[in-house]
């Protein structure tokens, strides 16, 4: 069974600019969960989809967005890159029925820089 | 104050040795709890989950949750060099909510 694919996995980019992070959750997964990791702040949860609705959202400005398609993959926008925004940011799938029970399952992550 | 409090370490103890890694938390809503493991340049694996206090075994890996206490905690018994990673604890209030992560403990194995 594939495991849950982000894309890219490394990307560089300059304050002002926007970046877009894929990921592809695993076959049957319905719920997609982002999360943003840096060394100070650790692991800090963006949002969540579920059958294409944004089921929960963490504490972060709007220049953080996402979608989820009809086929489970998601995306998360990053627009007006701040140097802040560095980190690793990890998607995360689930089955995400009711019993939603905290079983995720990451993938390697997209690591940004911001320049 | 944050909800979910870790130790950052990092921790580092001699091979066979028994590890103890411990979280507390804030409020007495949560009722899953869960570790994860976190490999260098890697995404977090689930190691256990446990529902309400008490004890879950597997393996070399025992999970305790003592609610009373708002306490959870990881021993490894019989540490091995491949168990160097972050270990980060992570609880959930119910089926609707997000989960919160603690920030994570360092834990490196000597051979």
């Known amino acids: 069974k594939a495991g849950v694919t982000q894309t890219p996995r490394y990307l560089i980019k300059t304050r002002g600019q926007q970046v877009t992070l894929s990921c592809s959750p695993i076959?049957?997964?319905?719920?997609v969960s982002w999360y943003q990791q840096t060394p100070g702040q650790g692991l800090q949860f963006l949002f969540e989809?579920?059958?294409?609705?944004?089921?929960n959202k963490g504490n972060f400005p709007g220049r953080f967005s996402g979608r989820q398609f009809s086929n489970s993959r998601s995306e998360m926008n990053v627009s007006t890159l701040e140097l802040g925004d560095s980190a690793l940011y990890l998607c995360?799938?689930?089955?995400?029925?009711?019993?939603?029970?905290?079983?995720?399952?990451f993938g390697e992550g997209s690591r940004l820089t911001v320049l | 104050q944050k909800e979910v409090e870790q130790d950052p370490g990092p921790l580092s103890v001699p091979e066979g040795a028994i590890v103890s890694l411990n979280c507390t938390y804030s409020?007495?809503?949560?009722?899953?709890f869960m570790w994860y493991r976190q490999y260098s340049r890697k995404g977090p694996e689930l190691l256990m989950y446990?529902?309400?206090?008490g004890n879950k075994e597997d393996g070399r890996f025992t999970a305790q949750v003592d609610k009373s206490s708002k306490y959870i905690s990881l021993f490894i018994r019989d540490s091995q060099p491949s168990d160097s990673a972050t270990y980060l604890c992570?609880?959930?209030?119910?089926?609707?909510?997000?989960?919160?992560f603690g920030s994570g403990t360092r834990l490196s194995i000597r051979p």
């Open positions: 995360a799938s689930s089955v995400g029925d009711r019993q939603n029970t905290g079983e995720l399952f």
């Open positions: 076959s049957g997964h319905r719920s």
């Open positions: 989809y579920f059958s294409e609705t944004q089921r």
């Open positions: 409020n007495s809503a949560f009722q899953y």
């Open positions: 446990t529902y309400s206090s």
């Open positions: 992570a609880m959930i209030y119910s089926s609707a909510s997000k989960i919160i």
